[in-house]
C-alpha cells in the first residue's frame, strides 16, 4: 500500500571501499518495491570506484568535498518522494524503509522519520548502544540538548522538503544534520518511531572526531536556533547549550590531557584549550579543583617531611 | 570510533587504573563496552598513573564513544590513582576493574541489579575467575587465589564480616573474605563516610602484595557498613606463565606480609603476650610453628603442603621485618 512512495537511498563514501558492499547489500535487501540506491563518491583514493562499478549501482563521481556536499550532491541528482542518507560504513535494517516510508505515508505533516541506531563493530556483531528516552511531545527541546540520530541512516527525509531547505548547510560543518533535524523539529515536522532503522558501525577507521571542533560546530548550529525560533525558546536552547558544553567539555578534557602528556602541543590543542575555556568553564574548574587538591595535599606532605 | 551513547547521567562510574599495560587495554576496553543490550548507562573511567608505554594512544580512539573518559595521575600509585577516578566520577556506583581484566557482558548490570536488591548494601564484590595463561601447577591450592588476584567464594551471596584470621583474600568458614579490586563496586556515600583509599599501603609501580583493596574493606566494615560477596558478578583476568612460577608466590607472600605491617589490621595487632621489637607476640610463635612444619613436609617429602607453610613463613616474615626495619 505504502509502495506508492518512491525511495532513493544515498551512499556517500569517502575512502570506505571495505564497507560499501555491505551498505548496498543492505540497501538491495530492503523489503520495499521502489529503492533506488545512489552512490556518491566523495574523491576516495582507495578502490571505492572499482567497487562501486563493479557493483552495477548509479554512481556519482566528485573531488572530495566532505560529506555533506556528497549528500546534497546525492540530493540533487535524486527524484523520489522520499529520500535516506547511509553512510558508507553502516547498513540498514532490513525493514527500515518499509518502516519509514509507511510512516510518512500515514503522517502527511512529517517531513522526516527518525528511528534508532543499533551499533555493531568491524564485523558486524552488535555491540550496546545507550538511547536515553525522548519525549516525543517535546521533541525539539529534547533534541537541542543531544542529538539522539547518531548517524543519518537512521532518518527518512520528504525529498522536496529537504531540497526547499537547501540540502545540507556547509557553514556548521561536522553539525550540518544537526542543523536540519532542529530545523524540521522547530515546524513540528518530525514523526518519532521505536524501530530500529540502522546499524551504526564502530571501527579502527571511524572518523575520531575532534570534540573542540565538534562543539563549536554545535554551538554555530544552536546560535542560528536562537535567531529564529521564537523568543520563548531562548531558555530551552540555553539548556541545551549548556548540555552540549558539558557533553564535549568532557571529551576535550580527555583529549587535552592525552595530547598534553603525550608531549603533542600544536595550535589544535591551543584552540581546544580557548574552547574548553570559553564554552565549558564548569568543567574547566572541576578538572582544575581535582589538580588543586592534589597540589595543596602534596605540598602538606612536603611539609611533614621537613 | 563513534557515538554510543547519548545519555550524560551514567548509572555507573567504572574506574579503571592503569599502569604501564597498553598491550592489554585494548581487550579490557572492548570487553567493558561489549556489555549485553539491557545495560544501564555507564561510564567506564581510565586513570593513566604515569605510564611511559602507549597508553594514551590506546585509549584515545575510545573518548568518541562518549563512554570512555581518560584522566592522566601523575602521582604513582594505585590508591592515589582510584582516588582521582573517583573524584571525576559522575554515577553513584563506582566499580572498580584491574587494566588486564576482561569483565563479563553482564559485569554493569549484575552490579546494578545487586544494589537495586540491596538498598542497605554498601559494597559489593564478585569472582575473579582465571584465564590460564599455562596449565596450573600442581602446588597451586586455592590459597593461591590472592596472589594471582583472583576470586571465588562459590556459588552463594553472602554477606562479608569484620574478619578475624590472618593470611590474605582466602576464604574463611566464617565467610570473611576480601573483596579485590579487579571487581568490586561501591555506593558514593561509602567514601563520604570512609573517606578513600590510603596511599600508605597502595601498590606502587609493579610492587606486589599491596593491601589497599582490603584496608578500605576493614575501614568500612568498622564503620558498620554492609559489603557483599555476589557470585553472578563476574570478570575473568589472565594469569601469565611467570605467575605461575613459585618465585612469584614467595615474592608476593613477602611483599603481603610488610604492606600487612603498614597496615595495622587490628585484630592482628592484639596479642596477649605483648610485642617484642613491633611485632606482635603471636607471630613469633607462628613463624615458629610454620617453619617447623615446614621442615617437617621436606622431610616427608609433601611438596605441596611444604611450600604451603613456606609461603606463610614468608608472610610473617615479611611481616616482621618490615616492623623491625621500621625501629631502627
Known sequence: MNDRLSVT????????????????????????????????????????????????????EQPNRGVSAARNAGLSAATTDLIVFLDADDELLPDAVARAAAALATDPDAQIVVGRCAVMDADGRALPAFHDAVDAAHLYDAWLSRNFVWTPGAAMFRRSAL???????????????????????????????????????????????????????????????????????????????????????????????????????????????????????????????????????????????? | MRQVTDVDHPVVSVVLCTYNRSHLLTPALDALLRQGPDTPPYEVIVVDNNSADATRQVVEPFIASGIVRYAFEPSQGLSHARNHGLSIARADLIAFTDDDVRVTSTWIRSIVDTFAEHP???????????????????????????????????????????????????????????????????????????????PKVQRVRDGIGSTEDYEFQLRALGLGSLAMYDPRIVVRAPVPRERLMKRYHRAWHSGHGRFYALMRDPSFERSSLGTLLGVPAHVYRSAIREAAAWVGNVVARRNAAAFAHELRLRFLCGFAAQRILQRI
Open chain 1, 9 to 60: 537511498v544515498v551512499v556517500p563514501c569517502f575512502n570506505q571501499a571495505r564497507f560499501l558492499p555491505g551498505a548496498v547489500a543492505s540497501v538491495r535487501a530492503q523489503g520495499y518495491e521502489q529503492v533506488d540506491c545512489l552512490v556518491v563518491n566523495d574523491g576516495s583514493t582507495d578502490e571505492t570506484a572499482a567497487v562501486a562499478a563493479a557493483m552495477d549501482v548509479r554512481l556519482l
Open chain 1, 163 to 306: 531540497a526547499d531547505l537547501g540540502g545540507f548547510p556547509l557553514p556548521v560543518g561536522p553539525a550540518a544534520d544537526y542543523a536540519v533535524y532542529l530545523r524540521f523539529a522547530r515546524a513540528g515536522r518530525v514523526r518519532l518511531i521505536p524501530h530500529e532503522l540502522v546499524r551504526y558501525r564502530q571501527h579502527a577507521a571511524s572518523m575520531s572526531r575532534d570534540p573542540a571542533l565538534m562543539l563549536r560546530a554545535t554551538l554555530a548550529v544552536l546560535r542560528g536556533e536562537l535567531r529564529q525560533a521564537p523568543a520563548a525558546m531562548r531558555e530551552r536552547i540555553d539548556v541545551g547549550w549548556g548540555r552540549w558544553c558539558e557533553w564535549y567539555g568532557e571529551q576535550i578534557v580527555s583529549r587535552l590531557q592525552i595530547d598534553w602528556h603525550a608531549r603533542r602541543l600544536g595550535t589544535n590543542q591551543v584552540r581546544a584549550l580557548m574552547t574548553l575555556l570559553r564554552y565549558c568553564p564548569r568543567v574547566a574548574l572541576r578538572h582544575a579543583r581535582h589538580k588543586a587538591g592534589r597540589v595543596l595535599r602534596n605540598s602538606r606532605h612536603a611539609e611533614n617531611r621537613c
Open chain 2, 120 to 198: 542497605d548494601l554498601d559494597m559489593v564484590g564478585g569472582k575473579v575467575e582465571p584465564i590460564w595463561g599455562d596449565a596450573p601447577p600442581p602446588w597451586l591450592t586455592e590459597s593461591g587465589d590472592a596472589p594471582l588476584a583472583l576470586a571465588n567464594f562459590g556459588d552463594e551471596a553472602f554477606r562479608i564480616g569484620p574478619r578475624s584470621s590472618v593470611l590474605g583474600a582466602r576464604s574463611t568458614p566464617d565467610r570473611d573474605v576480601c573483596l579485590i579490586g579487579a571487581n568490586v563496586a561501591m555506593r558514593r556515600r561509602l567514601f563520604e563516610r570512609a573517606g578513600n583509599f590510603s
